[in-house]
Every structure is written in C-alpha cells, then in structure tokens.
C-alpha cells in the first residue's frame, strides 16, 4: 500500500469511505484519451451527476500536476481533458509523473490501485486492457491484468475490446486467478458487441449477488479483483455481422500498414471509428454509462452490507 500522503484523497471520498457511503472510482483515460473534445467532458461530468443522483459518492481518479488525486474536482478534471498531449499513466509511470510534476490519464491499472488505496471498493471503467493479437512474439499483455490480480477491487466493465486476443485474455485470467462473472449471462462481451463469442464459466443475476462475491473473496483473504462483465445493451451495440466485418478489414489494414506493437492499438481503433462514422464512439459512450450505473447498484448494495 503506498504512503496516502503521497496521494491526494479528496476530503468528501475520505468521509464517505469513512463513514460507510458507496463509493465508486472512475478512471480518467476516458476523458484524457478515449473520447474526442468536448463529448470528453460532458461524459465525465455526466457520469459523476448520475452516481450522485443514485446517492453515491464519484471519486474520479487521475494526476494532477504530479499528484495522484482520488476525487478530482470538476475544474481538474476540465484542465486534464484540455491538456494536449497529456500522459497516459499506468501504475509504472506514477513515480516518474511524480518526479516530474505533469499531468497524467490513468488506466485500469493506476486508478484501480489508487482506488483501492483510499479505501474505494468498487470501480467503473468502459473496456478492460488484455492480450493483443501476436502476443506470443511481441509479449504485449496490457499491464492492467498483473495490477489487478492483486488489487482487491470490483471492475465493472463491458470486456474487452474485440481488437484484442479475447480467448488468449480470458485464459490469462484463469492464470492470474482473476475471477470473471457476468452480469445476467455467461456470454463474454466484445465491449463493442454484447457477445464476443467465448463463453465463461460464472454469472451473477443482481448487485447484491456481486457483493456476496466480493464478501467471500475478502472472507477467504484473496487479493484479487472481481471482474464484472456487463455486456452493453443490445440496442446499443455495433451490429454483430458490421462489427466483424469492419473489425476483418481493420486487422488487414493494420497488417498492411505494418501497424504493430504501440502503434496497433490506436490504428485499430481509429479504423473502427472511421469505416463506422463515428458511431463506434457512442458504443463506447453506451458502455460507459452502463458501467457506472451498475458500479453504483454494486456500490450501494456492499455498503448496505
């Protein structure tokens, strides 16, 4: 656990978790890096307002001017989302934004850690990191999967992104002793689609069912995340057969345009945008909200013990 007078708690998330009020952490990467100016903005204020209206407590987690800060204010989290060329910070790069003063996004993997050391239990993210395509010759695993294999959190997200090695993912997490359960199916999300094709083992049918989860994994002193799959909408989903189809031209592209390693990723992703109008950015919008949404239900439904 790191030292918290490294680490700025806001005052009102030190209160709630203190005293026992649902609390759930937002990353701020979907602000920083996922979505373009000013919807970046608008999704994250909007997001905060609709856990507040639940009655429950936003801490919105990112670093401001090299301060780890659990609870940005609105005015922090508008500086970050203005802020060109900002740093996306994994739990790695800590230190060094630190060190250094600057502004940092942080991923899955920092907030979550900066999460669970203020005491913060539960966590909404849009799409979770995993393995990329080719990882057996290039290595790249997203640091996500380590960090929160002993990070004690709930992570409510929409899978992963159907870019990603989905079947290679859902066996790191069988090695990583990642427990998977999905919200009201057994169907593993593609975060873009609602069914990535894989099945998993696990499903919980209400808030109250992951808290009971997440009681039993502290009662037996495990130190790892519960995952919560919870696939987006179907109404709100990229049509099944225009996601692969999109999804095949878009790894053919990459292949072309020699984009592997970093540079995959954003290519990928950009394709997708691109060949679908846009409307790939209002899946991710959809995801998003219905993983804040169920983090607060998952939130209320722990403190109400």
Request: proline share 6%.
């Given at each position: 656990?790191?030292?918290?007078?490294?680490?700025?708690?806001?005052?009102?998330?030190?209160?709630a978790?203190?005293g026992?009020?649902?609390?759930v952490?937002?990353e701020?990467?979907i602000f920083?890096?996922?979505?373009?100016?000013?919807?970046?903005?608008e999704?994250?204020?909007?997001a905060?307002?609709?856990?507040?209206?639940a009655g429950?407590?936003?801490?919105t987690?990112?670093?401001?001017?090299?301060?780890?800060t659990?609870?940005?204010?609105?005015?922090?989290?508008?500086?970050?989302?203005?802020t060109?060329?900002?740093?996306?910070a994994?739990?790695r790069?800590?230190?060094?934004?630190?060190a250094l003063?600057?502004?940092?996004?942080?991923?899955?993997?920092?907030?979550?850690?900066?999460?669970?050391a203020?005491?913060?239990?539960?966590?909404a993210?849009?799409?979770l990191?995993?393995v990329?395509?080719g990882?057996?010759?290039s290595?790249?695993?997203?640091?996500?999967?380590?960090?929160l294999?002993?990070?004690?959190?709930?992570?409510?997200?929409?899978?992963v992104?159907?870019i990603?090695?989905?079947?290679?993912?859902?066996?790191?997490f069988?090695?990583?002793?990642?427990?998977v359960?999905?919200?009201?199916t057994?169907?593993y999300?593609?975060?873009?689609?609602?069914d990535?094709?894989?099945?998993?083992?696990?499903?919980?049918?209400?808030?109250?069912?992951?808290?009971?989860?997440?009681?039993a994994?502290?009662?037996?002193?495990?130190?790892q995340?519960v995952?919560v799959?919870?696939?987006v909408a179907?109404?709100?989903?990229?049509?099944?057969e225009?996601?692969?189809?999109?999804?095949?031209r878009?790894?053919a592209?990459?292949?072309?345009d020699?984009?592997?390693?970093n540079?995959?990723?954003?290519?990928?992703l950009d394709?997708?945008?691109?060949?679908?109008?846009?409307?790939s950015?209002?899946?991710?919008?959809?995801v998003?909200?219905?993983?804040?949404?169920?983090?607060?239900?998952?939130?209320?439904?722990?403190a109400?013990g």
């Amino acid at each position: 656990m790191p030292d918290l007078t490294a680490v700025h708690v806001a005052p009102h998330v030190a209160h709630a978790v203190a005293g026992g009020t649902p609390v759930v952490a937002l990353e701020s990467t979907i602000f920083t890096h996922g979505l373009p100016r000013p919807r970046n903005v608008e999704v994250a204020l909007e997001a905060e307002e609709s856990l507040r209206a639940a009655g429950v407590v936003p801490a919105t987690i990112g670093v401001v001017d090299g301060v780890p800060t659990v609870g940005m204010s609105a005015e922090q989290i508008a500086d970050l989302a203005a802020t060109d060329g900002i740093d996306k910070a994994s739990v790695r790069d800590l230190p060094v934004l630190m060190a250094l003063g600057r502004h940092g996004g942080t991923t899955v993997a920092a907030t979550a850690y900066l999460a669970h050391a203020a005491g913060v239990r539960v966590f909404a993210t849009g799409g979770l990191g995993g393995v990329h395509r080719g990882a057996s010759e290039s290595f790249d695993e997203s640091a996500d999967l380590p960090t929160l294999a002993t990070t004690p959190i709930a992570l409510i997200s929409a899978g992963v992104k159907s870019i990603l090695d989905i079947p290679a993912t859902l066996e790191r997490f069988e090695t990583l002793n990642l427990p998977v359960v999905g919200y009201r199916t057994t169907r593993y999300p593609g975060f873009y689609v609602a069914d990535s094709g894989h099945e998993i083992a696990y499903a919980v049918q209400s808030p109250q069912q992951v808290a009971s989860v997440l009681r039993a994994r502290d009662d037996l002193g495990l130190a790892q995340a519960v995952l919560v799959a919870n696939p987006v909408a179907a109404d709100a989903q990229l049509p099944p057969e225009e996601h692969d189809a999109v999804l095949a031209r878009a790894l053919a592209a990459a292949e072309a345009d020699g984009a592997r390693g970093n540079a995959a990723t954003p290519y990928l992703l950009d394709f997708v945008q691109r060949e679908t109008g846009g409307r790939s950015l209002e899946v991710n919008v959809a995801v998003y909200r219905g993983n804040v949404a169920l983090a607060g239900e998952v939130a209320r439904a722990l403190a109400d013990g």
